[in-house]
């Protein structure tokens, strides 16, 4: 495995895989790995011969009171643990080698950032699409692995990679939970001992909601309204949102019909958690 912290030498090591015919896995991350990250690289392991991992915590994406600074990092850890799997490249920039100077373009995500995360991270969608579009034009992937937490990021990376031409294959892999059924996130180590406890109730209202679908609920408000109930008589946590859309659109429904995401944010002291379920309604 080889640790590459410059484009340059990326780029160059990449032509090379990809003039002998190699197909390239790329996994992109802010580090800090757990199982989440694990299966994403051993799917992308199982079906290309090449796989690349970047670590790289992106400031573009950071609203100015979010926590960029507190994020979670352990390059070490991550480097035993990407060997482990087999990864044949990280790629590890310093902010400097991705941004030089200050960014005179950057990509603007016109659709889908209305609501979820980008309604309550102004510019985070943007700060993500540039990143990622610096990202693909340094590894070239045949395959780009996303993981379905970031749903409504798996939604807009697909619209860039429709939208710009990237000539690349969007994959979408399932959320990894805790034995507790907790969404794994590097965050998680950012809670409180009894906000670990607690930040279970994410996945409890998202199961009592997909309950209540089942025994025929089909009014999208009463199951927010079930869920925000649900979250915060069980949790010291704060709702950010709780919403239902049509996924990938991410447009409002009065009716529970086609595919929906069922998605939430909530804020404990120090870390703002997600987790949704996407469920197709007859
Ligand atoms: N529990 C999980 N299951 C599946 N994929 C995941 C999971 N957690 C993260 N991923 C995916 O891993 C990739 C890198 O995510 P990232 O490095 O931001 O980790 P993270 O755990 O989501 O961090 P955080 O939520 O704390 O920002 C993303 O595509 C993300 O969706
Ligand atoms: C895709 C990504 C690596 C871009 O910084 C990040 O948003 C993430 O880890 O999900
Ligand atoms: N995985 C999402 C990246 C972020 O929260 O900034």
Request: hydrophobic letters at 40%.
């Given at each position: 495995m080889k640790v590459i912290t410059t484009i340059k030498e990326m780029q160059t090591e990449i032509k090379q895989q990809k003039s002998e015919g190699k197909s390239i896995g790329f996994v992109p991350t802010m580090g800090y790995l757990h199982e989440g990250h694990l299966t994403l690289i051993k799917q992308a392991r199982q079906e290309n011969d090449i796989v690349v991992l970047s670590i790289f915590v992106n400031p573009l994406q950071f609203g100015p009171t979010e926590d960029f600074s507190t994020y979670p990092r352990d390059f070490e850890r991550d480097r035993a643990l990407a060997e482990c799997e087999h990864v044949d490249y990280i790629f590890y920039p310093t902010v400097n080698e991705m941004y030089p100077t200050e960014p005179s373009v950057k990509v603007i995500v016109q659709a889908r950032t209305d609501v979820l995360c980008g309604k309550s991270r102004p510019g985070h969608f943007d700060g993500v699409a540039t990143v990622v579009s610096k990202l693909f034009h340094i590894v070239m992937p045949t395959r780009a692995y996303f993981g379905k937490k970031d749903a409504q990021q798996v939604a807009v990376i697909e619209g860039l990679v429709s939208d710009l031409n990237f000539p690349l294959d969007v994959v979408a892999v399932e959320i990894v939970r805790e034995e507790d059924g907790l969404a794994k996130s590097s965050r998680n180590v950012n809670l409180l001992p009894e906000e670990r406890e607690q930040a279970v109730v994410l996945y409890k209202?998202?199961?009592?909601?997909?309950?209540?679908?089942?025994?025929?609920?089909?009014?999208?408000?009463?199951?927010?309204?079930?869920?925000?109930?649900?979250?915060?008589?069980?949790?010291?946590?704060?709702?950010?949102?709780?919403?239902?859309?049509?996924?990938?659109?991410?447009?409002?429904?009065?009716?529970?019909?086609?595919?929906?995401?069922?998605?939430?944010?909530?804020k404990f002291t120090k870390v703002r958690l997600i987790d949704n379920l996407i469920l197709d309604i007859e």
């Open positions: 209202s998202l199961q009592e909601a997909k309950k209540a679908i089942d025994q025929g609920e089909q009014n999208p408000h009463s199951l927010i309204i079930l869920m925000k109930e649900m979250i915060t008589s069980n949790s010291s946590g704060v709702v950010d949102y709780a919403e239902i859309y049509s996924y990938p659109q991410l447009k409002p429904l009065e009716k529970l019909e086609g595919r929906i995401i069922i998605a939430l944010a909530v």
